[in-house]
């Protein structure tokens, strides 16, 4: 940043004393030509000096004011009342719409949904053999009596895993058989 200051310092300065290189790439350089530089300096002392004093002027206006252009601890109403508020606004909306979508998201899916799923995918497989073997059984054996405890024992044999081995099969061929239908649905 020096040397970039540096190096327009110097050519004003120099421009300054050889103005004939300026005056050459300006348009209508033949009238300038025509005269010399140093008539167009002496004709032109007046307009330096007249350009001097607004220098010097606004300089001394600059310095006697300069105490009034403390900065104050104000906050200027400009653009940035729109994004310093807006801002605000948009986060409580977002915070309102987005968190409360995630909490009912949360409350449905994670508290009814998967209570019940999980409920399902446990109780399932006994009510699911329970309704295929209940044909059976009332074959059979007609009495109603006897058919409650056999479900009843059917069940708790599902809960505590020890169910005969001919009834995961029988859920696993249901299942194999289920999706080889919808297979064919589908396709």
């Known amino acids: 940043m020096i040397l970039g200051m540096g190096l327009l310092a110097f050519l004003c300065i120099y421009l300054g004393c050889n103005p004939g290189y300026l005056y050459r790439i300006l348009p209508n350089h033949e009238l300038l030509e025509a005269t010399s530089f140093k008539e167009i300096y002496v004709s032109n002392f007046p307009h330096v000096v007249t350009q001097l004093q607004l220098l010097l002027f606004s300089a001394l206006s600059f310095f006697v004011w300069l105490p009034l252009l403390k900065r104050t601890p104000t906050i200027s109403i400009d ?3 729109f994004y310093r508020k807006g801002a605000k606004w ?3 909306a977002m915070d309102k719409s987005l ?6 998201a ?8 998967l209570t019940h799923l999980s409920r399902f995918a446990i109780t399932a497989p006994a009510t699911i053999t329970v309704l295929l073997l209940k044909p059976v059984w009332r074959v059979m ?3 109603e009596s006897n058919l409650a405890k056999r479900q009843e024992e059917l069940h708790n044999k599902f809960n505590t895993g ?4 001919a009834y995961s099969a ?5 299942l194999v058989t289920l999706l080889m239908l919808m297979g064919r649905a589908s396709g």
């Open 79 to 81: 653009f940035d009342w």
């Open 90 to 92: 948009f986060y409580w």
């Open 141 to 143: 054996d007609l009495n």
């Open 106 to 113: 949360d409350k449905f899916v994670g508290k009814i949904l």
């Open 162 to 165: 020890t169910f005969p081995i």
């Open 99 to 104: 968190n409360g979508l995630n909490k009912s």
């Open 170 to 174: 029988i859920c696993v061929l249901i």
